[in-house]
Structures are given as structure tokens and as C-alpha cells.
């Protein structure tokens, strides 16, 4: 009789656990097929700035709200690789989304960089930037980017006004004499600074802390946010306050990707993107002032560049508007639309 007890209550433990396991594997399955589209988010911006925080948020809102569907993994300040490698995976694919101003297609589509601030000044405030950004310029750019690059720019973030952090004063023109200012590896930044006296040397974003240390460079231009994040008031203690560059950031998803997603999740990364994106512009705009007194905090000397040098400035840098816009007719007339909106 025990044998029997035995057995009976083996065959029902299997039954048991073999029932448990039927159930079981259609969950399994669906988990298993629920996240089908991995999106690598990866970028060069600093731990806790705000554009980071945006970004943290929205791969949180795509991981949520596809139900799972996507597992949109978030790579922030370089861990992935700098702004090149970025730029180039984001257009291969082997990244899903990046950031990057619009100026970083140059070579490519010169109508878009034209957006990213390049040349310097041809954004008057932040009225002006909203005007063009999040109307018809923006969609615009948007659209050729995915013709030329592969990608779409499915929304703007933006790390605001950039100024020149140094490790000495600089309160006129002249002071930018022979200064050693880091620059994007991009023409259009040598040549604006070398027309400003300064002395530009194209690096790589990742290494602009390094440089500043070992005194390959003197100086760069930062928003505030990455002047905190990145800790470069660590090496360079003089901020003038210029905003001769906005930066805006376009989010950039890989277009082969995002047409590979059913249509309930291409609707789902567009409309989550500009929802994030723009609190990130609100939030971007509303702690600026805060950061700044946090540097002056951090010991950072802060003092605005005063107007009549500003205006030198921008009139000694101007002439690149036509240097610039001869690149093409159609770059050309972008600068003409923006200005117009100004």
C-alpha cells in the first residue's frame, strides 16, 4: 500500500508540475517574444543634465508603454563610444538612437548643419530657436536627414547657449588672441574661431577634460549643464558668458529600424519623443540660472562678455553666412529661413 501511496502521489506531482509547466510556457513565450525590437539609446551627454534625464525618462515611457515590446537600453556619456562613433552607428544601425547637434551633417547635408547653429549667432534667443525647430524648417531638416543619412530626427532636445570656459579671463575680443579653444571636428567651428584670433583645435568631445588637464587646450565652449556634469570647472576656472553658439539636439533614430516596428510602435517612439523632449526643453530652460550660480559656487568666475564686444564678435564672424551658404543653394536658403524667423 505504501508503494502505491508512493507512486500515486509521484504521478500526481508530475501531473502537478507538468500542468504548472503547460501553463507556464505560453508566458514564457509571450515574454520571450515581447521584446522583439532592441533600441540602444547611446550619447556623449553628461550624467544628470537635463537632456540625460530626458532620455532616461523616455526609454522608460518605450519599455512601458510598447508593453514591452521594445527594450530601449540607455548608454549616456560616451559609454559606447564619442560623437563619431555614435553618428556612424546611428546611421549603420548598430545603435538605434543617438543625439547630435543638426551642425554634426556638415558633409553631408550642409542645409541641415545650418540648423545646429552653424555659423555662430544665427539664433537670436530661445523664442527663435522654438520658431524654427518645432515648425516647418524642423521637419524639414528632419526629412532630408533621412534621405542623405538614414535617420530621422524624431524630435529636438536642446543643451542651450554655449559660452567660453577658460583657464583665464576673457572679457574682450582680444582676449581670444592665440587661445587654445577646443572645437568639434568640423570646419565650420575652425574656421569661426580663427576668424576670432583664437586658436581652434578640432578633439573629440570625451577627451576635452584631459585636454584642459594636460594643457592641450586652453579653453572650450559649453553649455552650463556640461560644464557641471563632465566637471570641467575642475580645470578651468574663468566662464564668460558669450552665447555665441544654441545648441539644439536632434533625436536621432535610425529610419531602417524605425520602419521595421509595427505601426502602433513607430506612432508610440515619435509622439513619446516630442512629449520628453519637449519637458526637456522646459526643464533645460528653467534651471540654466540655477546651474550658473551652482558653478559660481564651484568656484567658477563668471562675468558676461559686454555688448559692444559681442557685437564684434558677430560682425567679425558674419561674413560665414555666405561662405557657408555657398555650399549649396540649398543651404543657402535655409540660413535666409532662419534669419527670416529671427
Not at 566662464?239 to 533614430?253: C, D, I, N, Q, S
Not at 521595421?260 to 530652460?285: C, G, H, M, W, Y
Request: charged residues 25%.
Amino acid at each position: 500500500m505504501t508503494t502505491i501511496r508512493t507512486s500515486m502521489t509521484l504521478s500526481r506531482r508530475s501531473f502537478l508540475a507538468a500542468g504548472t509547466a503547460a501553463i507556464a510556457a505560453p508566458m514564457f513565450i509571450r515574454n520571450a517574444r515581447a521584446a522583439e525590437f532592441t533600441c540602444k539609446i547611446a550619447h556623449t551627454e553628461g550624467i544628470g543634465t537635463p537632456i540625460t534625464n530626458a532620455f532616461d525618462a523616455w526609454a522608460k515611457t518605450l519599455n512601458e508603454k510598447s508593453g514591452g515590446r521594445i527594450d530601449a537600453q540607455h548608454f549616456p556619456a560616451a559609454q559606447l563610444g564619442g560623437l563619431a562613433e555614435a553618428l556612424e552607428g546611428s546611421r549603420l544601425g548598430t545603435i538605434q538612437v543617438t543625439t547630435a547637434g543638426p551642425d554634426s551633417e556638415e558633409a553631408i547635408a550642409p542645409e541641415i548643419a545650418a540648423l545646429g547653429g552653424a555659423p555662430g549667432f544665427i539664433y537670436k534667443n530661445e523664442e527663435h530657436v522654438d520658431k524654427v525647430l518645432q515648425g516647418e524648417l524642423g521637419q524639414k531638416a528632419s526629412d532630408i536627414a533621412r534621405a542623405k543619412t538614414g535617420v530621422e530626427f524624431v524630435a529636438y532636445g536642446e543643451t542651450g547657449f554655449r559660452h567660453i570656459l577658460a583657464k583665464r579671463p576673457v572679457g574682450s575680443l582680444a582676449d581670444l588672441n592665440g587661445l587654445k579653444i577646443r572645437v568639434p571636428q568640423l570646419r565650420v567651428w575652425v574656421d569661426f574661431w580663427t576668424l576670432l584670433g583664437a586658436a581652434p583645435t578640432p578633439l573629440p568631445y570625451s577627451e576635452q577634460y584631459s585636454a584642459l588637464s594636460t594643457g592641450i587646450i586652453d579653453a572650450i565652449d559649453s553649455d552650463v549643464f556640461s560644464i557641471v556634469g563632465f566637471k570641467f570647472y575642475e580645470q578651468a576656472k574663468d566662464l564668460t558668458l558669450t552665447g555665441h553658439w544654441f545648441l539644439p539636439k536632434a533625436v536621432r533614430v535610425n529610419a531602417a529600424w524605425l520602419d521595421s516596428l509595427p505601426a502602433d510602435l513607430q506612432d508610440l517612439v515619435r509622439t513619446s519623443a516630442k512629449e520628453a523632449f519637449a519637458e526637456q526643453r522646459k526643464i533645460n530652460r528653467e534651471k540654466a540660472s540655477a546651474t550658473l550660480e551652482e558653478l559660481k559656487g564651484l568656484g567658477v568666475n563668471v562675468q558676461q562678455l559686454p555688448a559692444e564686444e559681442l557685437a564684434k564678435m558677430e560682425a567679425q564672424t558674419a561674413k560665414l553666412f555666405d561662405e557657408f551658404g555657398s555650399k549649396s543653394p540649398e543651404t543657402a536658403e535655409m540660413i535666409k529661413a532662419i534669419q527670416a524667423l529671427g
